[in-house]
């Protein structure tokens, strides 16, 4: 979900951040800061984090052990998919029966029970749900082992147009279980523009609902909603300004689905669910 003045990725692929973001995210709920009342889930507590300026490598996890365990936890996967760069790598996949896939029907069950029984009470507003889309309902593992953990603008593009990335585990079902139960729903990432199309086809390949282009939003801060943060939007204030936004027009968000804490926080959702990502982090 690339977000930043270049609508690039931040990675911090230090030791100290990487075991950091394994930390926070690899136990699914947590929760965040919020300028906004909102309801969320914990899963336990979390591990935590090595300090910010270490003072000994001891207090520091060896960076090749996570990439390791990421990778176990992801269930790492070979196919016989060529990359869309040039064909030369075979792509890998997560496990659809690994530690992710299963945290994360565990996550889509406690959710779906949240639409089915609370979500529902929105008075008379159009119920909605927010959806960020790269590791929330597109998973970009095959992009990060095939990147070796490293963001590269082209490589990445070049997934994105191909439309290269399998669906999130049962994130296709619950937004068609929402759809079915009467929410309206959206996308907001933090992919620039000129990656519709690419994102558009990705996401009908896979099995989403097909939603109406003013329900698709990729980052521009040229759109007026923006204007007290632009050209330099945050996260927070690019996904926050467009979840007002979107309330705006008559909706109420009942529930936030993202992989990132920056992806969620800033209020405007009832309801804020953290998927899990141990792969990066975007402030």
Same mark, same amino acid.
Request: proline residues 8%; positive net charge.
């Given at each position: 979900?690339?977000?930043?003045?270049?609508?690039?990725?931040?990675?911090?692929?230090?030791?100290?951040?990487?075991?950091?973001?394994?930390?926070?995210?690899?136990?699914?709920?947590?929760?965040?800061?919020?300028?906004?009342?909102?309801?969320?889930?914990?899963?336990?507590?979390?591990?935590?984090?090595?300090?910010?300026?270490?003072?000994? &490598?001891?207090?520091?996890?060896?960076?090749?052990?996570?990439?390791?365990?990421?990778?176990?936890?992801?269930?790492?996967?070979?196919?016989?998919?060529?990359?869309?760069?040039?064909?030369?790598?075979?792509?890998?996949?997560?496990?659809?029966?690994?530690?992710?896939?299963?945290?994360?029907?565990?996550?889509?069950?406690?959710?779906?029970?949240?639409?089915?029984?609370?979500?529902?009470?929105?008075?008379?507003?159009?119920?909605?749900?927010?959806?960020?889309?790269?590791?929330?309902?597109?998973?970009?593992?095959?992009?990060?082992?095939?990147?070796?953990?490293?963001?590269?603008?082209?490589?990445?593009?070049?997934?994105?147009?191909?439309?290269?990335?399998?669906?999130? =585990?049962?994130?296709?079902?619950?937004?068609?279980? &929402?759809?079915?139960?009467?929410?309206?729903?959206? =996308?907001?990432?933090?992919?620039?523009?000129?990656?519709?199309?690419?994102?558009?086809?990705?996401?009908?390949?896979?099995?989403?609902?097909?939603?109406?282009?003013?329900?698709?939003?990729?980052?521009?801060?040229?759109?007026?909603?923006?204007?007290?943060?632009?050209?330099?939007?945050?996260?927070?204030?690019?996904?926050?300004?467009?979840?007002?936004?979107?309330?705006?027009?008559?909706?109420?968000?009942?529930?936030?689905?993202?992989?990132? =804490?920056?992806?969620?926080?800033?209020? *405007?959702?009832?309801?804020? *669910?953290?998927?899990?990502?141990?792969?990066?982090?975007?402030?």
């Amino acid at each position: 979900m690339p977000n930043s003045p270049s609508h690039l990725r931040s990675r911090a692929w230090s030791a100290t951040a990487v075991v950091a973001v394994a930390a926070l995210t690899v136990l699914g709920f947590v929760s965040a800061g919020s300028a906004a009342p909102v309801k969320h889930h914990h899963a336990g507590r979390s591990v935590p984090a090595p300090p910010a300026a270490p003072t000994n &490598a001891n207090q520091i996890q060896n960076l090749d052990q996570v990439e390791t365990a990421i990778k176990a936890y992801y269930g790492d996967t070979p196919t016989q998919t060529p990359d869309p760069v040039n064909g030369a790598t075979m792509l890998h996949v997560a496990s659809p029966t690994g530690a992710y896939a299963k945290q994360m029907h565990r996550i889509e069950a406690r959710a779906e029970k949240y639409l089915a029984h609370r979500g529902h009470k929105a008075g008379t507003k159009k119920r909605a749900i927010v959806l960020d889309v790269d590791d929330t309902t597109l998973n970009t593992y095959n992009y990060e082992i095939y990147s070796n953990f490293v963001y590269d603008p082209t490589t990445n593009a070049d997934f994105v147009n191909a439309a290269a990335f399998p669906a999130v =585990f049962g994130m296709p079902r619950l937004a068609h279980k &929402a759809k079915a139960d009467g929410d309206h729903i959206f =996308f907001i990432t933090g992919r620039p523009t000129s990656q519709t199309p690419g994102t558009v086809k990705n996401l009908d390949n896979v099995g989403y609902p097909k939603v109406p282009a003013s329900h698709m939003f990729l980052k521009d801060t040229s759109d007026p909603w923006l204007s007290s943060c632009t050209p330099n939007c945050t996260t927070t204030q690019y996904k926050s300004l467009t979840r007002q936004h979107i309330q705006s027009l008559g909706f109420r968000i009942v529930a936030n689905f993202g992989d990132q =804490f920056s992806d969620l926080r800033g209020g *405007f959702a009832a309801h804020r *669910f953290k998927l899990p990502n141990p792969m990066y982090f975007l402030p």
